[in-house]
């Protein structure tokens, strides 16, 4: 097993968990490849998320395992995909999407507090992502979570640039509450981390993330899994990201079975 029953225990408390050395430098170097593939080619769902001030830059990409071999080999060949079913406890494992996201040297653009599943289209607690950077990340610029917060609902997601509440009416779900403006009221976790750490964490966790100082750049992919209880949840806008036509393929309220989410791994039958 790639995690231990203390990592599996830690997760399930507290929505995040740092897997220290859990790839080899050849796996590395194959995502550093596609990371540079990619930012030579990025896909129409790529994003800036940093403003033309900002005295850096912020990209981000989205689905891109399809056309980049270096992701769909990296999922095939590693630990992950296992990694997530251990901590998930689950059957089986499928990709929901990758997620890159590059800062580079001197982005002042932060990351705010918010969960990823109430952008998705998918429904279900059985999920987990795992972010993994191919630099050094230092504690100001890493990604932090607070810690139990999974447990706590759905909260209003809301644009980054502006903080619209775009998806979900106002006043529908509960709001973000003031993580730093109240610290004393929250138990926020987050590791400095080399290269071969990653941090797997629940789509309902809060998180958040600094910008990136001096000239360290931070490179990182960001795999999506889901788990057994997971289902079509279809919206009436655009999520993030978008899978355009996916209702014409999928029932609502229908497991993801589709050729978009292959499955990764599926836990061994006993003999016993």
Sequence with gaps: MPVSAEDIEFYRKNGAVVIRGLFSPSELALLETGIARNMAAPSPLSIVASRPEDPGYFIEDFCNWQRIPEYRDFLTASAAAETAGQLMGCRTVRLYHDHLLVKEPRTTARTPWHQDQPYYNIDGFDNVSMWLPVDPVAAESTLKFVAGSHREGWMMPRSFMNNEAKWFPEGTLKDIPDIEGHPERFTVLGWALEPGDAVFFHMLTLHGAGGVAGGNRRRVVSFRF???????????????????????????????????????????????
């Design 226 to 272: 889901m788990g057994d209880d997971t289902t079509f949840a279809p919206r009436p806008w655009r999520t993030s990201p978008p899978f355009a036509g996916l209702e014409k393929d999928i029932d609502k309220g229908a497991p993801m079975i589709h050729p978009l989410f292959p499955v990764l791994w599926e836990r061994p039958v006993s003999s016993g």
